[in-house]
């Protein structure tokens, strides 16, 4: 099993900065291509970024580009999202995800919300 677990959500004002953690288990960490997505009320969850297992790659939604930065550290099993020039519509709950090499069975965080005042 893989288990996925979201930290470094919060309140926060508009034009400022955040940086979330997503911790995983298991030992082939570096396999796995790694994402956020999020969630904002009566919607639907949507894609954030992605990264790939080596760190060599990563894709953006058009609606965070030049405003947020996926990276991952594979020595601690943790996939960042910087996430700067906050504003409103950003408020969501983020959630990680982690998709099997092989399988392509997602695995999902319990999310972390971000709230981001005007």
């Known amino acids: 099993q893989v288990q996925l677990v979201e930290s470094g959500g919060g309140m926060v004002q508009a034009g400022d900065s955040l940086r979330l953690s997503c911790a995983a288990s298991g030992r082939t960490f570096r396999d796995y291509v790694m994402g956020w997505f999020r969630q904002g009320p009566g919607k639907e969850r949507v894609f954030v970024a992605t990264?790939?297992?080596?760190?060599?790659?990563?894709y953006y939604a058009d609606s965070v580009k030049g405003r947020f930065t996926i990276s991952r550290d594979n020595a601690k099993n943790t996939v960042y999202l910087q996430m700067n020039s906050l504003n409103p519509a950003d408020t969501a709950v983020y959630l990680c995800?982690?998709?099997?090499?092989?399988?392509?069975?997602?695995?999902w965080g319990q999310g972390t919300q971000v709230t981001v005042s005007s």
């Open positions: 990264i790939t297992g080596s760190g060599g790659s990563t």
């Open positions: 995800n982690a998709r099997h090499p092989i399988t392509r069975y997602n695995y």
